[in-house]
Structure formats: structure tokens, C-alpha cells
């Protein structure tokens, strides 16, 4: 391909080069006749600056090729038929102005060639340029951690802006055979709707050939290939595509479309700096997807284990202890011994009633009964009653929410509230708890100290864990002095 490029370049140079001594040969005349006629009538001088005015024109309208062999020979002319001594056109003559022609040709033809590969260079540098600001904008929205769709969508406008075809677009492929659509740019089609999955791609067509091979693929002609109507229809004529490779499977693909005839050989290899950019935004997208799950596993994986404790707390140890105390009441009360030793026995039941009271505590706050029963507002309530600092609760929450986001509210305000306890000398704590938009919002505000620092414990940082691992947030603003707010929001849908 390459050498076919340079000899077609280099056949038209060559023709320039032998257009540029004929019109050599003919200045020449026609300088030659305009000295011969001018010489004793006009003026030299004025011949002269005649003569330079016509070569300048010819420069800004021909360029160097042409203009130096046509600027030398008009030099010679004047030189040899105004000026004197005269020259007649013998063989000597027409030598040298064989050598002086051919010459002022090759060094025309060099200067052409050399400014055009000038040209050439400062093109491909303003392209590299171009595509290096494309995928910088690209990779910053990896970075950013943009959901895929995002990104998906501004890598086909970039691809679509950078490469100048009529569409570009991205396609997924599924583990069932069928491939999505999942972003489209440009003015042409497409005949399938974004988002949803279909088969019976052509045969010989793109899609087809990078799932099988798994290296590039490209149609020069939707006309010559099976199957290739519906991409005729849409306005295309041909296309190339790249395809995407995570975690060693092929992903899928993005092509680039034209509806004007074969895209530039190489297309394909400049599509991959594109393609690398979006398998590194699915990598880190699945990635991100699963550590959630396992997080959200991870903490329902610890509800269940708290729960499966207090219920055998409940059913076992507490009921045990529970009859242990009822059978020492009743052994005190038939007691007939000495009155120290019944009163001893009496004592240990007290005792014992009073350990299964602080069982039934530590129960309650492993996993709070309350909220499985009743729901979040009473659970909030309940808490509230419970705080050593005062509570000003505002609930706003009809009904029930899912299970998870109701444990999660109930821990962050349990946390909130030890914490205003235990380190903030707070006089009041502020509870306000609502369902908007969707979402469950939670502020929770003490009037204490301030300067809570997640680093110096482990129960903000475990309620962030609980919140992100929901797809939430919980952030901590605590200033110095000046009290902590907690806000968190909890999204209710899934
Ligand atoms: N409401 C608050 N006011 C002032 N300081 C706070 C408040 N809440 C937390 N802090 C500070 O931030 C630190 C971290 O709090 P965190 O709840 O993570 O841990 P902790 O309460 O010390 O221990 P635990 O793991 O039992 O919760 C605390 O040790 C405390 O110094
Ligand atoms: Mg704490």
C-alpha cells in the first residue's frame, strides 16, 4: 500500500517536473521574442521590470516548481537578446540553456518535495495532538469514576470528531450471543435501538468477524457483502471496527462508519488507543460493581450472624437462666434452714434476674427487635428514649423501607447518639430522618465539642462501610467547638 502511495506521488511529481521544463522552453521563447522586438525601442530597464513582474505573478500562481526554471530562462533571454553583447542560438547556447533548465527543475522539484513533506509533518502533529486531548478528556472521565454509559457515549463523539466519519458507535457483547448497542453518534442510522440486544449480524459483517477472529475487522462495500441491506438502507456504504478485550474476552467493539466509501487504511490500528481507554472504564467499572456486591454481602453476612445471636440468646441461654432464677424463688421460699442462708439464695436470684435484665440489653443491641418489628420510626423513638443526652426527634417516614436501609438508619443514629454521650458533652441532640426523591435522608446534629475524627475509632468508619456498601453516603462534619453533624443518604429504591 505504501509503495503504490509513493509511486503514484512520485509519477506526479515527475509529470510536474516535465510540465515545468516545457513551460521553461516555452518562457524562454516568448522572453527571447519580447527582447529581440523590444531591443532599440524600449527601454532596457523597463523590459526588465516588465519581465520581473510577469515572473512574480507566475510565482504566486505556480509555486516554485514552475517558477524557478521560468524565472532562470528569462534572465538568460534578457541577458542574451537585450543586453549586448548578444548571443546567437548556437550549440553552445542551447547547452547551456539545457543545463541552466534541467537544473533550476531539480531544484525546484526538491524545494516542492521537501515543503510538502513540511506540510505532511505539521499535519500528523496537529492529528497527535488532537488525539492525545481526546483521550486526555477521556481518561479523566475514567478517572472520575463516570458510570459507563458516560463514558461510553463521549468516546464515540470523540472517536466520531476525531476520525471524521459519519457515525461511530459501540457495541456490546453479550455472554448469550445476541450483541447491544450501547452508544451511537453521528447522522447516519442506526437500524437497531440503543440498549437492546440483536442477532443476525452478516456473516461476512463486523460484528461477526471480531467475535470469531477477535483482531479488526472492516467492510469496504455494504453492497458486495450478504446481508449488508439494513446498513445500506441506514445510508452506510462501509466501515471498520476494533474490538474491545477485558479480562481477555472479547468485550465487544466500536466501528466507525462511512457513508461515503472505504474509511483510510490504518483507521483500525488509530481506533485502538479508543478501544484500550474503554476497556480500562469497563475493568474498573466491573470492579467497582464487585466490591459492592461483596460489601452489600458482607453486611447483610453480619445482620444475619447478629441476628442468628440474639435469637439464640433469646431462646437459649436467657429462657435457661430465665427458669434458673424462677427455681431459686421458689427453693428460697420453701427454704426451712437458717434465715442467712434463704436470704443468700433470695439474693442470687435478685442478681440473677438482674443478669438476665442486662442479657436482654446487650440482646437488644445486637440486633434491635424493635426495628423488625414495628419499623424505623418507633425503632428511632425507642432510641431516643434510651439516650442519656436529650433527643429532639423529627421522623418523617410513612411506612416501612427496605430492611437493609432500616438497619442502617437505626445504626447511624445508635452510633450518633453513644458518640454525643461519650465524648461530645453535648446538652442535645438533633434527629431528622426523611424519605424524598427517593431517598432516605438522615441528619443527625449534636451541640457538643466537636472534632470527631473517623481515625481514632471504629464506628464511623463502619458506618460509612455500611452506607457506601448501600450505595449511600455518610459524611462527618465536625468542626472544633462547634458540634458534629452527621448526614447520610440512603437511596430506598432497590
Ligand atoms: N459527637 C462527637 N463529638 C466529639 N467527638 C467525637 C464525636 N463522635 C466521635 N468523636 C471523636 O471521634 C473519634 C472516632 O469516633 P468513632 O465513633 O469512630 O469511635 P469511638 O466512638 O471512639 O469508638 P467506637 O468504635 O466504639 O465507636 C472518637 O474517638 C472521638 O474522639
Ligand atoms: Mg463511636
Not at 270 to 289: E, G, H, P, Y
Request: one cysteine or more; aromatic letters at 4%.
Amino acid at each position: 500500500m505504501v509503495s503504490l502511495g509513493w509511486v503514484r506521488l512520485r509519477g506526479s511529481l515527475l509529470l510536474q517536473c516535465v510540465g515545468a521544463l516545457a513551460a521553461g522552453v516555452v518562457a524562454f521563447v516568448l522572453a527571447a521574442v519580447v527582447c529581440t522586438e523590444a531591443r532599440g525601442h524600449v527601454h532596457v530597464v523597463i523590459v526588465g521590470v516588465v519581465l520581473l513582474i510577469v515572473v512574480f505573478g507566475i510565482v504566486r500562481l505556480t509555486g516554485i516548481l514552475y517558477a524557478l526554471p521560468i524565472g532562470v530562462v528569462v534572465i538568460l533571454a534578457f541577458d542574451w537578446y537585450i543586453l549586448p553583447p548578444l548571443r546567437a542560438l548556437d550549440a553552445a547556447t542551447v547547452l547551456l540553456l539545457v543545463l541552466f533548465l534541467v537544473m533550476s527543475v531539480i531544484i525546484g522539484a526538491v524545494t516542492t518535495e521537501a515543503g510538502r513533506r513540511s506540510v505532511e509533518a505539521e499535519k500528523a502533529r496537529g492529528d497527535m495532538a488532537d488525539t492525545q486531548a481526546s483521550l486526555r478528556r477521556l481518561a479523566l472521565l475514567v478517572a472520575a469514576g463516570e458510570p459507563p454509559a458516560v463514558v461510553f457515549s463521549a468516546v464515540t463523539e470523540e472517536v466520531l470528531r476525531h476520525f471524521g466519519g459519519d457515525t461511530a458507535r459501540m457495541i456490546r457483547f453479550e455472554r448469550d450471543g445476541t450483541a447491544t448497542l450501547v452508544a451511537s453518534e453521528g447522522t447516519t442510522g442506526p437500524h437497531v435501538r440503543i440498549g437492546e440486544p440483536w442477532q443476525g449480524y452478516p456473516p461476512t459483517g463486523l460484528t461477526e468477524t471480531i467475535l470469531r477472529t477477535g483482531q479488526a475487522a472492516r467492510v469496504d462495500d455494504y453492497a458486495v457483502i450478504p446481508g449488508g441491506e439494513p446498513y445500506l438502507r441506514e445510508g452506510l456504504r462501509a466501515a471498520v471496527a476494533m474490538p474491545v478485550h477485558v479480562d481477555g474476552r472479547v468485550w465487544g467493539m466500536i466501528a466507525l462508519g462511512s457513508g461515503h466509501g472505504p474509511l483510510p487504511a490504518g483507521a483500525e490500528d488509530r481506533l485502538t488507543d479508543f478501544t484500550n481507554l474503554v476497556a480500562m472504564a469497563v475493568a474498573n467499572a466491573q470492579s467497582r460493581a464487585e466490591v459492592m456486591t461483596s460489601r452489600a454481602r458482607l453486611v447483610t453476612a453480619s445482620d444475619d450472624a447478629r441476628r442468628r445471636i440474639e435469637r439464640n440468646l433469646h431462646d437459649g441461654a436467657q429462657q435457661r437462666l430465665v427458669s434458673l432464677a424462677l427455681g431459686l424463688r421458689s427453693a428460697a421460699t420453701g427454704f426451712t434452714g437458717p434465715d442467712d442462708i434463704r436470704a443468700e439464695i433470695e439474693q442470687i436470684a435478685t442478681e440473677l434476674v438482674e443478669v438476665i435484665d442486662e442479657l436482654r440489653e446487650i440482646s437488644r443491641g445486637i440486633h434491635p427487635a424493635i426495628l423488625s418489628e414495628s419499623g424505623l420510626r418507633p425503632a428511632l423513638r425507642a432510641l431516643a428514649r434510651r439516650s442519656v443526652v436529650e433527643v429532639e426527634l423529627e421522623a418523617r417516614i410513612e411506612g416501612r423501607l427496605p430492611e437493609a436501609v432500616e438497619v442502617a438508619a437505626y445504626y447511624v443514629v445508635s452510633e450518633m447518639l453513644a458518640n454525643a454521650a461519650k465524648h461530645a458533652q453535648a446538652t442535645i441532640v438533633q434527629v431528622r430522618a426523611e424519605v424524598s426523591d427517593g431517598q432516605l435522608l438522615l441528619v443527625v446534629r449534636d451541640d457538643g465539642v466537636g472534632g470527631a475524627d473517623p481515625a481514632l475509632g471504629s464506628g464511623l468508619v463502619g458506618l460509612k462501610d455500611r452506607l457506601d456498601a448501600l450505595g449511600g453516603s455518610f459524611a462527618v462534619d465536625s468542626p472544633r467547638g462547634a458540634g458534629t453533624t452527621a448526614t447520610c443518604e440512603l437511596p430506598i429504591g432497590s
